[in-house]
């Protein structure tokens, strides 16, 4: 199968041909027909996180089962699924208290091929890495079968590709990690496709003040297709005093959805008081948060985080596809792009650039 392979921080992407194994007992093989680019991926490209090269990105999917493993239950040939790069084992503390997000980060092993076996991808006698349990810049993934989910087969496959990682992460830390309550205040920093999903959710949860921090005005602008009540860039103004103004006196919830300690501990500090913030973006490894301490008692003030968005993604994937269908949930305006394999290199250098028109680009395979 061809796949877009990295073999060097921030040079292009090469399109090759890839061995990918048969599925053992618990494993799946997919015909993917869509993957988001995803500014995770990013980080992995330009080295701010470390990769096992070569490796193959790619981490937002959704395609067809095409082969099963003896002993998979979940799925079955001809399913169209949405992945995740969180799956989960079942049995765990986290997995059995109903924080199944946080599994795969303590049982990661669980879910991968042993070093002793064949590895999923290889190109002749070279291993290739397979990135976040997935690898999905490629016609075909080879995963645990707890990373997929069974979707609708009426749900369009481009638009279910985002539910898997930018979507469920917005969405689900406002339903799960923030619970946002109706009628109550959000700011949400960040405007790519993670924060305006957090928006969507933000409006679909029933906040009475969704307020979108963003240094684009054109973003600003599609902030308010997904739902947000106000907008600011910090480029005019003291975004922290100008929430404050607007809510009269700080947010209920905020989330921070770029990754970067300034925004982080902006979050914290246009919450009022017994406000939670919610850190969703990727922060360096090295890169430490300062709030002042004494706030936390006197205010009673929080400050979170939260993984692929405290997701329960068996529940939440179908939950999402009804409000898609039904109109709430803004897929169609997600999608900036629809690119081929050979356009993910220029795709994520737009992410990087911070290219204001981008919200998601897609790769679509027919
Ligand atoms: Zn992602
Ligand atoms: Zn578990």
Redesign the pocket.
């Given at each position: 199968m061809k796949a877009a392979v990295m073999r060097a921080p921030k040079a292009p992407l090469s399109i090759e041909d890839v061995t990918i194994s048969k599925p053992g007992p618990r494993e799946v093989l997919v015909r993917l027909k869509a993957i988001g680019v995803c500014h995770s991926d990013v980080h992995f490209w330009d080295g701010a996180f470390p990769a096992e090269l070569p490796v193959i990105l790619g981490h937002e999917s959704a395609g067809i089962v095409e082969q099963v493993g003896s002993m998979v239950s979940a799925v079955k040939p001809g399913d169209h699924v949405i992945s995740i790069l969180s799956p989960?084992?079942?049995?765990?503390?986290?997995?059995?208290t109903g924080h199944?997000s946080v599994?795969h980060t303590?049982?990661r092993e669980q879910f991968q091929r042993a070093p002793t076996e064949a590895p999923r991808l290889s190109i002749g006698k070279e291993k290739v890495g397979q990135f976040l349990n997935l690898s999905s810049f490629a016609e075909q993934i080879l995963v645990h079968e707890n990373t997929l989910c069974v979707v609708d087969k009426d749900m369009p496959l481009d638009r279910a590709a985002l539910i898997g990682c930018g979507v469920i992460t917005g969405v689900g830390s406002v339903f799960h990690s923030a619970q946002v309550e109706p009628g109550s205040t959000v700011a949400v920093i960040g405007c790519g496709g993670v924060g305006l999903a957090a928006i969507n959710g933000a409006a679909i949860a029933g906040a009475s003040r969704i307020i979108a921090v963003d240094l684009s005005d054109e973003k600003l602008q599609l902030a308010v297709r997904f739902g947000a009540t106000e907008v600011i860039n910090p480029s005019k103004g003291n975004a922290i005093e100008k929430v404050k103004e607007i809510t009269k006196g700080g947010v209920h919830y905020s989330f921070e959805c770029v990754g970067a300690k300034q925004t982080a501990e902006m979050a914290y500090h246009m919450l009022r008081p017994r406000g939670v913030a919610t850190i969703i973006g990727m922060i360096q490894p090295g890169v430490n948060i300062e709030i002042p301490g004494i706030e936390l008692l006197v205010t009673e003030k929080r400050l979170q985080g939260a993984v692929m968005g405290s997701n329960r993604f068996r529940i939440d994937f179908p939950r999402l596809v009804d409000l898609y269908k039904q109109g709430r949930l803004h897929l169609d305006d997600l999608i900036s792009d629809r690119i081929g394999l050979d356009g993910i290199t220029a795709a994520m250098q737009n992410l990087k650039d911070n290219k204001g028109s981008v919200a998601r680009q897609v790769v679509v395979l027919s």
């Open positions: 989960f084992c079942g049995t765990c503390e986290y997995c059995l199944m599994c303590v049982n």
